[in-house]
């Protein structure tokens, strides 16, 4: 079954430091890994997309690694800043039916 | 913004409705999709339409369908409604149908059924 599953849930992490999110999936046929981040009540934005030959994806502070073998990807967050909070969520396109697996999300928070 | 652009922001209803979703892509953008957000089980992907055909299908219901016109926005129909479609729903929208397209989202509406 065609599953996306991310860790931890949810984080708490104070403002400046870094924080590494994570996302295991067993999608198949694999065409490409995204990452977004939602604020809350708002559309998704896209963070980094990564494809089957992509080992690491920089976006500003964001940082996403693929390792394709092992089916994971993480999502490192560097010098946190308060605008940081929100959820984080992965995402793999498959060439298969039901195109997009969602995950359910990271709830970041970061304090001051 | 992301550009894309939906209508309306907030739809209250009641059970057994129908309702028509709008969704006006980026300038330029061909590609439409459609997703639904629920608090039980996050995101989900329901329909993708490329320049008015319909290209990818996932978890929609036969109750819900869409399509996409010739001025490239879309409209997403949702009938018979159920407390359970309560949810905000997602279009988003990208340039063409590539594997690593970027998608932007539009602001969401908030669909309540009653």
């Known amino acids: 079954k065609n599953q996306v599953e991310q860790s931890p849930q949810s984080l708490i992490i104070l403002e400046g430091k870094n924080c590494t999110l994570q996302?295991?999936?067993?999608?198949?046929?694999?065409?490409?890994l995204r990452w977004y981040k939602q604020d809350t009540g708002r559309g998704p934005v896209s963070l980094t997309i990564?494809?089957?030959?992509?080992n690491t994806k920089s976006n500003g502070r964001y940082t996403a690694t693929l390792d394709a073998d092992t089916k994971q990807s993480s999502l490192h967050i560097t010098a946190s800043q308060l605008s940081d909070s929100a959820s984080y969520i992965c995402?793999?396109?498959?060439?298969?039916?039901?195109?997009?697996?969602f995950g359910t999300g990271t709830r970041l928070k970061v304090l001051a | 913004d992301s550009g894309v652009t939906q209508t309306p922001k907030h739809l209250i209803t009641a059970t057994g409705q129908r309702v028509t979703l709008r969704c006006s892509p980026r300038?330029?953008?061909?590609?439409v999709y459609w997703y639904q957000q629920s608090l039980d089980q996050g995101l989900q992907f329901l329909i993708q339409?490329?320049?008015?055909?319909?290209?990818a299908k996932g978890n929609i219901l036969e109750r819900f369908s869409a399509q996409q016109f010739p001025d490239l926005h879309s409209e997403l129909n949702l009938s018979s409604l159920e407390l359970g479609d309560s949810a905000l729903y997602f279009c988003?929208?990208?340039?063409?149908?590539?594997?690593?397209?970027?998608?932007?989202f539009g602001p969401g509406t908030r669909l309540t059924v009653l």
């Open positions: 988003a929208s990208s340039f063409r149908d590539r594997v690593d397209g970027e998608q932007f």
């Open positions: 996302c295991n999936y067993t999608v198949s046929p694999f065409s490409n």
């Open positions: 990564m494809t089957f030959s992509e």
């Open positions: 995402v793999v396109k498959t060439s298969g039916t039901y195109k997009y697996i």
């Open positions: 300038s330029g953008d061909l590609s």
């Open positions: 339409y490329y320049n008015g055909e319909e290209r």
